[in-house]
């Protein structure tokens, strides 16, 4: 009884205490357990091994051989019998490319490049995790945010009632009041749930992100910063065009495809290579394997192979490789043109709700000493339930705003981050 009590009691204790989260954490959860970095790690090392078989191309090519043969009638060949029974048959052969007009070289770059752009890739669904689990992390910051203010407008109210029946409890409260009070405590209620009901959500979002299970308790450390930056547009421009992702695993592929249209037009020219060969053929007339008659041989040489015409099929494939480098500068520049643009809108509005949540924090605090005094004014007479309930409504109108444009200013900074591929703007 006393281990079953300890048990539950261990339970109770694991379900209650809730794991401490930072946005760093969260982040470095998201990139580690989600699939599509899973999936890019996966490909990166799949492209590792296309560049090893690339660079097996370049390297001396190794191959042996052997038959045996058991005559069974003996050939003749100009009227001479061939009188073994048995003959045994080895060679080694080792070919090495000597030079294809940078067809080995710019194989070897194309395969560079290649590599180059998986792993740009793999960079880039780390800094896109980055930014949805960030903008996840701040959804479930405003959501509490949110779901507090519900919470103080309707203790707000409940007070409102209880101040009222306290006021008449000598006599008769107003009717009007006592209804008005109870309608829009239940209003604020419906709120008040509806609120929750958005932070759970947000909280299942982040969960699924971060592979945590959907009963694990999360204590979010990092608060929603209301010192924001200043950005420096300019700047932030040239380290778009210098550090974007997106930009770069174009660029790489430009590369890629100008090497592999040199590779192409290595296929139209001659290509050299050497080659040796050592070969051993022995013939017995008594065992299978017995060699009472040997013949070796080495050779040397250098060969020499030229598609002289195929057709016209190698042309247009290059042809074709020069046509993808346009489409891969036309991309690039496209690309850069988007980014910059969606860079700048950014920006822009980032600067807009900065500025606004500036009026907010003025308007934030008139609202609050406007409440006071009302409620001040209440509890002396000189007032009406109306007044109140309408001078709250605008100060938590103005609560909500401000946290909303909080939270904007903050997915605004998410989105220039992962703009410029950068770090904690």
């Known amino acids: 009884m006393k281990l079953l009590i300890a048990i539950l009691i261990a339970i109770t204790g694991s379900i209650a205490h809730a794991q401490n989260l930072t946005l760093d954490q969260a982040i470095g959860l998201a ?4 699939w599509s970095s899973l999936i890019e790690k996966q490909n990166y090392e799949k492209v590792l091994l296309q560049r090893r078989q690339v660079l097996a191309t370049a390297l001396p090519q190794v191959s042996a051989q052997a038959s045996y043969n058991n005559y069974l009638t003996k050939p003749q060949v100009g009227g001479f019998s061939f009188n073994s029974t048995h003959q045994v048959d080895m060679g080694l052969t080792v070919r090495q490319k000597l030079f294809e007009f940078g067809g080995i070289g710019n194989s070897l770059e194309a ?5 180059q752009q998986s792993d740009y890739q793999k960079q880039q669904v780390e800094n896109y995790i980055r930014h949805e689990t960030t903008i996840a992390y701040y959804s479930v910051l405003l959501n509490e945010r949110q779901l507090k203010i ?3 407008s309707l203790e707000n109210a409940r007070n409102n009632l209880r101040f009222i029946r306290q006021s008449f409890a000598a006599g008769r409260a ?11 405590i239940v209003s604020r209620q419906s709120n008040v749930n509806m609120a929750r009901t958005e932070l759970e959500s947000s909280y299942l979002v982040l969960k699924e992100m971060l592979k945590i299970a ?54 139209m020219l001659p290509k050299l290579g050497l080659f040796y060969n050592l070969s051993r053929s022995g013939r017995s007339d008594e065992k299978a394997l017995s060699m009472d008659e040997n013949v070796n ?7 020499l192979t030229w598609s002289l015409w195929d057709g016209g099929g190698n042309k247009a494939r290059y042809d074709e490789r020069k046509r993808d480098m346009l489409v891969a500068d036309y991309s690039l520049k496209r690309s850069q043109d988007k980014i910059l643009l969606d860079l700048n809108k950014a920006i822009k509005e980032y600067e807009s709700i900065r500025d606004n949540l500036e009026t907010d924090r003025r308007s934030l605090k008139l609202a609050q000493e406007s409440f006071s005094l009302v409620q001040d004014l209440l509890k002396v007479g000189k007032t009406s339930i109306t007044e109140l309930n309408s001078t709250e409504g605008l100060l938590n109108s103005i609560k909500v705003n401000y946290v909303v444009n909080l939270f904007r200013a903050h997915e605004r900074l998410s989105l220039i981050n992962y ?3 950068a770090r904690g703007l």
Do not use: H, M
């Not at 990139?31 to 989600?34: D, F, I, W, Y």
């Not at 009041?177 to 309608?183: G, S, Y």
């Not at 041989?297 to 060969?303: D, R």
């Open 111 to 115: 395969a560079a490049a290649l590599l």
């Open 31 to 34: 990139q580690e357990k989600s």
């Open 174 to 184: 107003p009717r009007g009041d006592i209804l008005r009070l109870e309608t829009d």
């Open 419 to 421: 703009l410029t591929s």
């Open 150 to 152: 519900s919470e103080e």
């Open 214 to 267: 959907e009963n694990s308790p999360l204590k979010l450390t990092t608060p929603l910063n209301e010192v924001l930056p200043v950005l420096e547009k300019e700047t932030l421009n040239e380290v778009a065009k210098n550090e974007n992702l997106d930009l770069k695993i174009l660029e790489t592929n430009k590369d890629y495809l100008e090497s592999a249209s040199l590779v192409e037009r290595s296929s």
């Open 297 to 303: 041989t080495q050779v040397i040489g250098l060969e």
